[in-house]
């Protein structure tokens, strides 16, 4: 058995679970999202848990069992709290301009980069700091990992763009000839 799909998901107060033609809706506050249910994976709620359970042992479907899971898990997570990313930019000239459906980086390129913002995705800017959030947790990863994309930190100085919480692991640079 999958360890993944036989846990249990409990239910925020808010939120409320639809299962119709093999697409599970989950609605909360934050919105709506829908999960597409795999041949031979089922859902059972009882009182404020849901189980997702497989009919057979097959291969296709115990690799289906733990992503159903997870993908119903992250929904009920999104629209009950929602998720968040946040970016650090670091390095002289670069910046970020946030406007309504695009986002413009100036990376020390001879042009700035322009991006689409996903919908469903929400970038706030705090100075050097760039805040994606949504309620689609691939959404928000995704938009995070294609502002990443455009500068990745390099080890030297640590200049580009990257996660917050990552750690860079800077290199020593050229080391001086010794006299000899």
């Known amino acids: 058995m999958s360890k993944v799909g036989t846990r249990l998901i409990s239910l925020p107060t808010a939120v409320t679970v639809d299962v119709k033609d093999g697409v599970v809706v989950v609605k909360g506050p934050k919105g709506e999202l829908k999960v597409d249910l795999m041949p031979g994976i089922s859902l059972e709620q009882a009182d404020a848990k849901l189980t997702i359970k497989r009919a057979n042992d097959e291969k296709a479907t115990m690799a289906a069992h733990g992503l159903i899971r997870s993908l119903v898990n992250n929904a009920v997570v999104g629209v009950a709290s929602g998720f968040t990313k946040e970016l650090e930019i670091n390095g002289v000239g670069f910046r970020a301009e946030v406007g309504t459906d695009k986002i413009t980086l100036h990376l020390g390129f ?29 959404k928000v990863g995704h938009m995070a990992a294609l502002i990443r994309a455009q500068k990745k930190p390099e080890p030297y100085k640590g200049k580009g763009i990257k996660y917050t919480d990552e750690v860079i692991h800077r290199k020593a640079g050229k080391a001086a000839k010794t006299a000899g």
């Not at 001879?110 to 689609?136: A, F, W």
């Open 110 to 138: 001879s042009h700035p980069v322009i991006l689409n913002i996903i919908e469903g995705v929400e970038i706030k800017q705090d100075k050097n700091k760039l805040m994606i959030s949504g309620i689609d947790k691939q």
